[in-house]
């Protein structure tokens, strides 16, 4: 980990608001994050096939998860030919610890926040960041510290989420309870086009719906809190939601004929490489 200058469980300066309740609802999670991650699977995998697809010869050793959460995805990178140095950060001790049990030997695990990395300039040529830049504060400062770290010529890959997702959860909650949110706060398209295009200059942009099937809205709840996923805004009830306010959530969700229900996810996924200006003006 000597190129990244940050040691193995080392932690950067974690902005405040509400990190330490993200970073604690993710670690409470950790034991079943895996089992419930299924849209983080699919928008992983859309990630990581596009990044196979890419001319490796491009790619040099260095590989940077970035929210690695448990770990998954880092160690599908750990089994692809050619990777050298390789790393996950996450702001969840509680994460990395389960990463760090189920992983093989060599990957380095860092503690810290993603506004803030730990790292030094030009020393990554890939960045891996699967539906974590949701969380941060400010995704422009997210974009910034990504560029600031990577090599010229070097990738950028992430995934996140839009508005209008989970809007039948929003929906059916408003219905019953229109003076609290329930469900988190998610950037517009627009508003994330402005912010990319901002700090990265001829970043790619993909957008897509996603609507994935659950037995009921307390299967949907459920799948959210083992995810470490459930709302934390300014706007949620500070006492244990009432069961007879859960229960007219349930009616209000809209049901499938088979008596099922669907959920709706924006996804959007940012595709950018650093230019190699600096590259040739060194040569």
Not at 74 to 100: C, H, N
Request: with cysteine; hydrophobic share 40%; charged share 20%.
């Amino acid at each position: 980990m000597g190129v990244m200058n940050s040691p193995v469980g080392a932690s950067a300066g974690v902005s405040e608001t509400l990190k330490s309740d993200i970073a604690r609802g993710f670690g409470i999670a950790s034991g079943t994050y895996e089992s419930a991650s299924r849209l983080q699977r699919f928008m992983g995998n859309t990630m990581l096939q596009k990044f196979q697809a890419v001319e490796r010869e491009q790619l040099h050793s260095t590989t940077l998860d970035l929210g690695c959460g448990t770990g998954w995805f880092t160690r599908k990178f750990a089994g692809l030919e050619g990777i050298g140095v390789l790393a996950g950060l996450d702001l969840s001790p509680g994460m990395l610890a389960q990463a760090r049990e189920n992983s093989p030997a060599g990957i380095g695990w860092i503690v810290g926040d993603a506004e803030h990395l730990p790292l030094l300039d030009d020393s990554v040529d890939l960045i891996f960041s699967n539906l974590m830049i949701q969380w941060c504060d400010d995704p422009r400062a997210v974009l910034r510290e990504c560029q600031r770290i990577l090599r010229p010529g070097g990738f950028l890959m992430v995934s996140t989420l839009l508005d209008g997702t989970l809007r039948e959860l929003k929906a059916a909650w408003h219905a019953v309870d229109p003076d609290h949110q329930h469900v988190n706060h998610f950037e517009t398209d627009l508003a994330l086009q402005a912010k990319v295009g901002a700090e990265l200059p001829d970043a790619v942009i993909e957008n897509s719906t996603i609507r994935l099937p659950y037995e009921s809205p307390m299967a949907l709840a459920g799948e959210l809190r083992h995810l470490g996923a459930g709302f934390r805004g300014a706007g949620r009830r500070r006492v244990v939601t009432a069961p007879g306010r859960l229960r007219a959530m349930c009616r209000h969700y809209p049901k499938e004929p088979d008596g099922t229900i669907m959920a709706s996810y924006e996804a959007a996924w940012i595709y950018w490489q650093k230019p190699q200006e600096a590259l040739t003006g060194k040569q």
